[in-house]
């Protein structure tokens, strides 16, 4: 090995080691904390906290819904 060999060694940065978190991780992670919240207000409210969380959500899945079928 020469020495001008030896100077193209790169040692990577630790943004270049870093690595990028997997879409489908953040999407089930933010899914967990939405059931982990509906339990707990549940848990706190009793049935009006089951269902009314669930009766808000019925518009967003429409729109959801729509956007999907939208391609």
């Known amino acids: 090995m020469t020495l001008a060999d030896a ?11 870093k690595e990028k978190k997997s879409p489908d991780a953040l999407i089930l992670l933010a899914a967990l904390v939405v059931v982990a919240l509906w339990g707990l207000s549940c848990f706190t409210f009793g049935i009006p906290g089951l269902y009314i969380p669930a009766v808000a959500a ?9 956007m999907i079928t939208q391609g």
């Open 7 to 17: 100077s193209n060694v790169h040692a990577p940065t630790p943004t270049e080691t």
């Open 58 to 66: 019925v518009p967003v899945i429409w729109v959801i819904l729509i």
